[in-house]
């Protein structure tokens, strides 16, 4: 069985976990408390010298780590990583698009907003992350205002990877009124069979 | 034929040229100042949304953004992406890293120091960027002491996508010395059949 190693409130962790649900993958969860350092410890290290989670480790020990890519290892072989040289490439745009203009201007606002103390200098950060990220959800919005879905009009993993903070992006301060084809999409996306929601328990295995 | 479109000074861009370099891919290439935001530009924005180069553009006009989503594309089919689901997992793991936890780390400061003005205040973000690149390149010594390349052994995108900064990485102010095994890397990497510089002028076609 797999396991995923995780912590509960990343959307990066959700990522695997709402993709798992939809293909019906029993595996073993493990929390790690990210905000206390569990991520970097010896241990864990061995694992990923990265120090982060989401991490999936096979029954083997060997490990996959970066959620984008354990989005494409678990998706291969299925309808949610579409065929085609040219609409893989895109899947794969969207993904590194989401890492790196979208999650650290949507996701990191919120981290900083929920998980760190009120008078951290860290908010100083605040106003220019949230500038980028409605940089990159004009991006989003302009491209869904004529798309169901962000590649091959079907629900993909390039959906999954932008939904995991889109979904919370208020959370860290951005408000999603302007973005009016983005929240329709939210919503399709919220009606694929077998979604889970960011803080739903994982299933005891 | 394809086109791309760069800035040489770009290691983002670099990765694509070198890989079309090594495999013998011709290509029309369409230099943009990004210093004088010529990627902000409304006929751009129509090719790419989000303002970036590269941008590699088919001849239906249909065009791919994300270098290491370019990579993907130009590789498949070819030694430079490897097969196997696993390692193609890997790989994109090795990339995601790139983008997430490296290049603003140590692409980010060469920007910084080679273009941006002395007195401009994005200088005071340097110490914090640097000591996370420092992170990202102790994390790629780790892994490179025990392997010649990132994944399978060989030569890969992921050696690609690595190398376009970290071979420059001196210029934004890190000091590789204290990287053997990497800097040993770097070397096989320059050795490999149909190497470019990153300043080496595209063919012209």
Same mark, same amino acid.
């Given at each position: @069985?797999?396991?995923?190693?995780?912590?509960?409130?990343?959307?990066?962790? !959700?990522?695997?976990?709402?993709?798992?649900?939809?293909?019906?993958?029993?595996?073993?969860?493990?929390?790690?408390?990210?905000? @206390?350092? %569990?991520? /970097?410890?010896?241990? *864990?290290?061995?694992?990923?010298?990265?120090? /982060?989670?989401?991490?999936?480790?096979?029954?083997?020990?060997?490990?996959?780590?970066?959620?984008?890519?354990?989005?494409?290892?678990?998706?291969?072989?299925?309808?949610?990583?579409?065929?085609?040289?040219?609409?893989? %490439?895109?899947?794969?745009?969207?993904?590194? *698009?989401?890492? !790196?203009?979208? $999650?650290? !201007?949507?996701?990191?606002?919120?981290?900083?907003?929920?998980?760190?103390?009120?008078?951290?200098?860290? /908010?100083?950060?605040?106003?220019?992350?949230?500038?980028?990220?409605? $940089?990159?959800?004009?991006?989003?919005?302009?491209?869904?205002?004529?798309?169901? *879905? *962000?590649? %091959?009009? /079907?629900?993909?993993?390039?959906?999954?990877?932008? !939904?995991?903070?889109?979904?919370?992006?208020?959370?860290?301060?951005?408000?999603?009124?302007?973005?009016?084809?983005?929240?329709?999409?939210?919503?399709?996306?919220?009606?694929?069979?077998?979604?889970?929601?960011?803080?739903?328990?994982?299933?005891?295995?």
């Amino acid at each position: @069985m797999l396991t995923l190693h995780d912590y509960l409130d990343s959307g990066n962790g !959700y990522k695997a976990r709402l993709l798992m649900s939809q293909l019906a993958i029993p595996y073993r969860y493990v929390q790690l408390d990210i905000t @206390m350092g %569990a991520t /970097r410890t010896p241990q *864990f290290l061995a694992k990923n010298a990265n120090g /982060r989670i989401p991490l999936l480790e096979f029954e083997d020990g060997r490990c996959l780590a970066e959620s984008d890519a354990i989005l494409w290892y678990l998706a291969e072989g299925t309808p949610f990583l579409p065929e085609g040289r040219m609409v893989r %490439a895109l899947v794969l745009q969207w993904m590194f *698009f989401e890492q !790196y203009s979208h $999650e650290p !201007y949507v996701a990191t606002p919120r981290w900083i907003v929920k998980h760190l103390p009120a008078d951290s200098p860290r /908010r100083a950060e605040l106003p220019e992350r949230l500038k980028r990220g409605r $940089e990159a959800l004009a991006v989003m919005e302009g491209h869904l205002a004529t798309h169901r *879905f *962000f590649v %091959a009009d /079907r629900y993909s993993i390039a959906d999954i990877a932008l !939904y995991a903070y889109t979904h919370v992006a208020d959370e860290g301060g951005h408000d999603l009124s302007p973005y009016p084809a983005l929240r329709d999409w939210l919503s399709r996306v919220a009606a694929q069979p077998g979604h889970v929601g960011l803080l739903d328990q994982p299933p005891a295995h």
